[in-house]
T-cell receptor
Framework: GNSVTQMEGPVTLSEEAFLTINCTYTATGYPSLFWYVQYPGEGLQLLLKATKADDKGSNKGFEATYRKETTSFHLEKGSVQVSDSAVYFCAQVGYQGGKLIFGQGTELSVKP | DSGVTQTPKHLITATGQRVTLRCSPRSGDLSVYWYQQSLDQGLQFLIH???????AKGNILERFSAQQFPDLHSELNLSSLELGDSALYFC??????????FGPGTRLTVT
């Protein structure tokens, strides 16, 4: 069945470091891909999305490119801030919509 | 603020009891989804309603049920509660084929 696999956390970085969180997926057809972020004690917020191959989603300095050939959607940010500390979830949904399938989440901690 | 509201924010109850969680979707969204977030299972899809009708079921226990009302708000009913039902319950809403927006969640603690 369809699935999403994320790199394990927690990830600890110093402020202004480069961030990569790996995400790969298995799917039949061509899903839409998402990154959601969950700050401590809060719900999930949509961070960015991509709906077809080679699309790049971007928001708040974060980027991810939909790579069909490697079935990946890695999250990157050039310079992280303490305020980026959160749990990041990669997710997919089939082209017809419906349920989100989430990865296990990656906890990011940014130290000053 | 996503525009999706959930009540209550916290719920503490005893084993064997029944609770109702409420969700109001964003204005204009006909789809409501329920998810459970727990430490051991991660984020799991429970059920999807579209304009009052059940569209899909995921890993939802028989003790759990849901419905979507004519005004599009949705309720998730959890009965015969067990310790293992303690989790965060999220609802999300969307228009067909578009991204889902999540509410702040209801934290259920079963003692």
């Amino acid at each position: 069945g369809n699935s999403v696999t994320q790199m394990e956390g927690p990830v600890t970085l110093s402020e202004e470091a480069f961030l990569t969180i790996n995400c790969t997926y298995t799917a039949t057809g061509y899903p839409s891909l998402f990154w959601y972020v969950q700050y401590p004690g809060e719900g999930l917020q949509l961070l960015l999305k991509a709906t077809k191959a080679d699309d790049k989603g971007s928001n708040k300095g974060f980027e991810a490119t939909y790579r069909k050939e490697t079935t990946s959607f890695h999250l990157e940010k050039g310079s992280v801030q303490v305020s980026d500390s959160a749990v990041y979830f990669c997710a997919q949904v089939g082209y017809q919509g419906g349920k989100l399938i989430f990865g296990q989440g990656t906890e990011l901690s940014v130290k000053p | 603020d996503s525009g999706v509201t959930q009540t209550p924010k916290h719920l503490i109850t005893a084993t064997g009891q029944r609770v109702t969680l409420r969700c109001s979707p964003r204005s204009g969204d006909l789809s409501v989804y329920w998810y459970q977030q727990s430490l051991d299972q991660g984020l799991q899809f429970l059920i999807h309603y579209y304009n009052g009708e059940e569209r899909a079921k995921g890993n939802i226990l028989e003790r759990f049920s849901a419905q979507q009302f004519p005004d599009l708000h949705s309720e998730l009913n959890l009965s015969s509660l067990e310790l293992g039902d303690s989790a965060l319950y999220f609802c999300a809403s969307s228009v067909p084929g578009r991204e889902q927006y999540f509410g702040p969640g209801t934290r259920l603690t079963v003692t």
